[in-house]
T-cell receptor, first 118, second 111 residues
Framework: DAGVIQSPRHEVTEMGQEVTLRCKPISGHDYLFWYRQTMMRGLELLIY????????DSGMPEDRFSAKMPNASFSTLKIQPSEPRDSAVYFC????????????????FGEGSRLTVL | GQQLNQSPQSMFIQEGEDVSMNCTSSSIFNTWLWYKQDPGEGPVLLIA?????ELTSNGRLTAQFGITRKDSFLNISASIPSDVGIYFC???????????FGRGTSLIVHP
């Protein structure tokens, strides 16, 4: 079974450009999370969705960041315009939430998208 | 912001040594999770703890859920080079699917 798939793995762009990061969660998972990882701040939760609906976006740094989940198998995180301080590794993760067997609490992470804004 | 204090921040050890790291919080958690992040990869769950006092092992790894429900530790015995990575603790409160992550412990193992 394929895990969480993120693209691109690496992106280098210039300040002011639009960046779009993509995520395909594990099939059947009803929670999707976007995290940002930096040396200074560790893993920060940016936003999460439940059944494609954004539940909490309080971690989104500012209006330049937006996230969508148009269907259960796809989500995007967009930065427009990008700035050098946005350079980080962005992770998407999915989780099964409650199930008949009970919830384990496990998040399944993708391999991340490393963004460098020059 | 972060509510979990994870320590130490980094460790440099010799192969074969035992490792211990811990996580503390001012809040009570119902679940403690330990993840490992290999270089260039996303974090992967190692151990999940669901009851205060619970002690769980996964190979050379042992983790415990503190009695106060405000702390947890992870031990690695007889470390090997492939143990290198960042270890994250994460706590979850009752009724919430959203884990709070610690800042991570970076482990370097010298052969």
């Amino acid at each position: 079974d394929a895990g969480v798939i993120q693209s691109p793995r690496h992106e280098v762009t210039e300040m002011g450009q639009e960046v779009t990061l993509r995520c395909k969660p594990i099939s059947g998972h009803d929670y999707l999370f976007w995290y940002r990882q930096t040396m200074m701040r560790g893993l920060e939760l940016l936003i999460y969705f439940n059944n494609n609906v954004p539940i909490d976006d309080s971690g989104m740094p500012e209006d330049r960041f937006s996230a969508k989940m148009p269907n259960a198998s796809f989500s995007t995180l967009k930065i427009q315009p990008s700035e050098p301080r946005d350079s980080a590794v962005y992770f998407c993760a999915s989780s099964a939430g409650t199930s008949g067997r009970g919830w384990t609490g496990e998040l399944f992470f993708g391999e991340g998208s490393r963004l460098t804004v020059l | 912001g972060q509510q979990l204090n994870q320590s130490p921040q980094s460790m440099f050890i010799q192969e074969g040594e035992d490792v211990s790291m811990n996580c503390t919080s001012s809040s009570i958690f119902n679940t403690w999770l330990w993840y490992k992040q290999d270089p260039g990869e996303g974090p992967v769950l190692l151990i999940a703890l669901y009851k205060a006092g619970e002690l769980t092992s996964n190979g050379r790894l042992t983790a415990q859920f503190g009695i106060t429900r405000k702390d947890s530790f992870l031990n690695i015995s007889a470390s090997i080079p492939s143990d290198v990575g960042i270890y994250f603790c994460a706590g979850q409160r009752g009724g919430s699917y959203i884990p709070t992550f610690g800042r991570g412990t970076s482990l370097i193992v010298h052969p």
